[in-house]
């Protein structure tokens, strides 16, 4: 028996089951002799489908079966292996697993590999993952026992030798009692028992004096697993124990790692996530932290220069965070947002160009090129007794966005390099932040930037009307919805608005809105009338759809869309409106009386739904009537009536002696306090007439003379309206355009001239074709017309009228001139 002098003694702490690693035992020559059931679960392979084979053609890939052979004297030199693998399961994917190989001695110097393997994606969300877990956990010794069924030690490791202070040959052939009854043998002997019995893993942690531990006590957890031979039998258990005691500091990491998946990065504010990684870091890794950023970050905007080119110095930086365990020591040299300056021979200049973290485990205070940059500020870090360094670089993608820096004053143990794998675990957490929130913002500023390309800058009607306008995107995140509104000034001081709302919110729903908006100017640029224009329309956004499918073959996804299409003449002060499956607009005249009109609805656009055609109706509006059109998010919500919205709106509008932009801004505020379910959009207009001074028209009979009439009338009325200077111009414009009135058209012919932001001359007549110019050849005699009065006109063009068509041409106006 042993001598009970050195035997340790122990104290059991808590059995429980739990799923671990999968276990396989080889032979010296690689061919597998054991096999486990969690070992089945993993890979997939049975106990009679592995023993007996070699493990390089069971275990690795076939591409990794050479590497896997060059390994084997490597393993045996050094008594094991540890690291990542990727590994094949039976059904053909791929794991990614760490594997761990550990010789095991047996009687007569015979030797046995235990393979153990445990795939990645597997542990819980409370360990860490990656390198961090790999050289905390890995690494740490493993004491390892094979006994057979009825509990003999055949197989053992050096590593439990120096466990428990017994040499390995007194191992094989004793129990546990035979080794060390004072062990708490019996305890670990039943908990083997029950792992015989079940088949099942089981763990059972114990407390125990150790010889090499001189009195202290140490924790060991031992892991029980059942082997099977290659009938799927169980021919013993295998136990794993571990020397947790210094895992204490370990799993504080794991506790810190979990802590910064929920501390780290609560918001989108790149300070505020630098701060919070300071935050965090002390005191738990460090006594000081520091979090600087690249000085572009802050503003949204990444770095310039990518990890590993050089472009002279280094950039600046921002402090966005700091930490200490004393923040009310004032002699700390570091100020949260002030400008760094990088020496460039320093080493956070080299982790800056080069992306590598700097470990200085005794840091030199009294040289260095950061000491002879910044001699006041070294002094200080010397008075505070700073004696330990670790600079992390803030990697995301191939940027570094900028360094965090952690430094050891009052805790006397130097940074180590577990310390900086955990650093850099930690710093790579808060880089994910970073690069998402840097992300979030140059989509967000690409999306606002595609908003203010879509949406009019500036608005405007010209004499016509004076306008206002809103929109409230139910996107607040993106600030981009699918609502729209335009002010299209159009031939012969008339205006067209328009309001147009996109099934769906966000950047997909503001690219199709573009598209319909610069349609829609296309379109009106045609002069067509209101219901002619949204049939158009609703052909076009059919076409896109179409268009959008990913195959022929495939139904189109419908993207619908309402609109609102009004044409107000100013010269009438009549209104022409249609509309497409949008509410009404409102009217408000002169004493604050608000109707909606009754106007035919339409289908909206893009469903094909159009088997009623669009009809337009038109009002006379005095002078001083408030146009309102508005998307439905302004008058819909979820928990009201349209009808009670509309009610609102109404009352709202109601208010006289409001300026526009007041008006619009009351509006709004009437809106239900929570976030809108729909895009807002919401178009003022108060209308004007023109003065019967503005206007001159003249009836001209369908032949020859009456372009000299038309002539003389026109340089009449220019005099009495101070435009002589015009008179040449208008005189050949006059010409062109009766000319081809009496040539091509028929019926009487009207001429009409219009003062206002700027001189409109128009001719109609009874002929419903519309003229084209032609490129006359130098030998024809006719064709130049057209050509003539697109020279001498700022703008030409023609559009439908009742009874024929328009054809019309304008010509600008100084400043002095259209003010009267």
């Not at 052979?69 to 490597?74: G, T």
């Not at 039976?90 to 590999?113: E, F, P």
């Not at 571990?242 to 802590?259: F, M």
């Not at 009610?647 to 505020?669: K, M, P, Y």
Request: charged fraction near 20%; charge should be negative.
């Amino acid at each position: 028996m042993t001598n009970t002098d050195h035997m340790p003694l122990a104290e059991p702490v808590s059995p429980r089951e739990t799923p671990d690693a999968a276990i396989a035992m080889l032979d010296a020559e690689g061919t597998v002799v054991g096999w486990t059931h969690a070992a089945q679960q993993l890979v997939g392979y049975t106990a009679q489908e592995v023993v007996g084979r070699p493990a390089a053609h069971v275990l690795p890939p076939p591409e990794d079966v050479l590497r896997a052979a060059s390994h084997a004297e490597q393993c045996r030199a050094q008594g094991g292996w540890s690291g990542t693998v990727a590994i094949r399961h039976r059904v053909g994917h791929t794991l990614k697993m760490t594997l761990r190989l550990s010789l095991l001695w047996g009687q007569d110097a015979s030797t046995r590999w235990l393979v153990s393997v445990t795939d990645i994606g597997t542990l819980s969300s409370e360990a860490t993952n990656g390198p961090v877990r790999e050289s905390l956990l890995a690494r740490a010794p493993i004491g390892i026992v094979v006994h057979d069924l009825q509990l003999r030690c055949t197989l053992v490791n050096d590593v439990m030798e120096h466990h428990v202070g017994v040499p390995r040959d007194r191992w094989f052939g004793s129990h546990l009692n035979d080794l060390f009854p004072g062990f708490e043998a019996e305890a670990l002997e039943a908990v083997m028992r029950q792992v015989l019995e079940s088949g099942t893993t089981k763990v059972h942690e114990y407390r125990a004096w150790p010889p090499a531990g001189r009195g202290q006590a140490h924790v060991f957890s031992a892991s029980f697993f059942c082997l099977q031979d290659a009938d799927g039998e169980t021919m013993g258990v295998c136990s794993l124990s571990v020397d947790v005691t210094g895992n204490r500091r370990a799993r504080e990491r794991l506790a810190i790692l979990s802590e910064a998946s929920t501390r780290i990065g609560s918001t989108l504010d790149v300070m505020q996530t630098g701060q919070e990684l300071a935050t965090l870091a002390v005191p738990l890794l460090a006594d000081h932290a520091l979090v600087d950023l690249v000085e572009s970050v802050p503003f949204g905007v990444e770095p310039s220069v990518r990890i590993g080119t050089t472009s002279g110095r280094p950039p600046l930086l921002r402090r966005a965070g700091l930490a200490t365990i004393d923040p009310d020591v004032p002699e700390l040299p570091w100020v949260r947002e002030e400008v760094i300056h990088v020496h460039p021979a320093s080493s956070f200049a080299t982790a800056l160009r080069t992306g590598r973290s700097y470990l200085e485990p005794v840091l030199d205070t009294h040289a260095g090129p950061w000491v002879d940059h910044d001699p006041a500020r070294a002094q200080k870090v010397r008075d505070n007794g700073v004696h330990s360094l670790m600079v992390v670089p803030i990697r995301a993608r191939r940027y570094v966005l900028g360094l965090a820096v952690f430094c050891r004053s009052e805790e006397q143990t130097p940074f180590q390099e577990d310390d900086l794998l955990l650093a850099e675990e930690l710093v790579t957490r808060a880089a994910l932040c970073l690069d998402n929130a840097l992300r979030y913002a140059h989509e967000r500023t690409a999306a606002l930037t595609l908003q203010r390309d879509l949406l009019p800058h500036h608005v405007g009607g010209g004499r016509a009307v004076d306008v206002a306008s809103r929109y409230v995107p139910a996107d607040m995140d993106h600030g981009v919805g699918g609502d729209w509104f335009d002010v299209i000034k159009l031939s012969g001081a008339r205006v067209a608005l328009v309001v147009g709302d996109v099934v769906g919110h966000g950047i997909n729903a503001a690219a199709t809105m573009g598209r319909l908006r610069t349609a829609v100017r296309t379109l009106a640029d045609l002069e067509l009338p209101p219901h002619e224009l949204l049939t158009h329309l609703d052909d076009t956004v059919r076409r896109l759809n179409e268009e959008d499918a990913d195959t022929p073959d495939q139904d189109p996804a419908v993207v619908g869309a309402t609109c609102l299409y009004a044409v107000y003449d100013p010269a009438t002060r009549r209104c022409t409106m249609a509309r497409a499956g949008h509410p009404p607009p409102a009217i408000i005249d002169p004493q604050g009386h608000v109707i909606f009109p009754d106007l035919p609805v339409g289908a909206p656009l893009g469903f094909g739904l159009g088997l009623v055609p669009f009809e337009s109706v038109e009002l006379e509006l005095p002078e001083g009537t408030l146009l309102a059109l508005y998307t439905d998010g302004l008058v819909e919500s979820r928990d009201d009536d349209i009808d009670v919205g509309l009610d609102r709106l109404g009352a709202a509008l109601a208010r006289t002696g409001s300026s526009l932009e007041d008006l619009c801004s009351h509006v709004i505020e009437t809106l239900p306090s929570q976030a809108p379910a729909d895009d807002v959009t919401l178009l003022l207009a108060r209308t004007h007439g023109l003065e019967p001074a503005q206007v001159a028209s003249w009836e001209l009979p369908n032949e020859p003379a009456a372009v000299r009439i038309a002539r003389q009338a026109a340089v009449h009325q220019l005099s009495e309206w101070g435009l002589e200077y015009l008179v040449t111009s208008v005189e050949l414009i006059v010409s062109e355009l009766v000319t081809n009135a009496i040539r091509y058209g028929g019926g009487p012919i009207r001429l009409r001239l219009i003062q206002h932001q700027v001189l409109t001359c128009e001719v109609s007549d009874s002929n419903t074709s519309h003229p084209r110019p032609r490129h006359p050849h130098s030998i024809d005699e006719n064709g130049r017309g057209l050509f003539l009065v697109a020279q001498l006109s700022r703008r030409w063009g023609s559009r439908s009228a009742t009874n024929g068509k328009v054809v019309w041409a304008e010509q600008d106006l100084p400043s002095k001139a259209v003010a009267v």
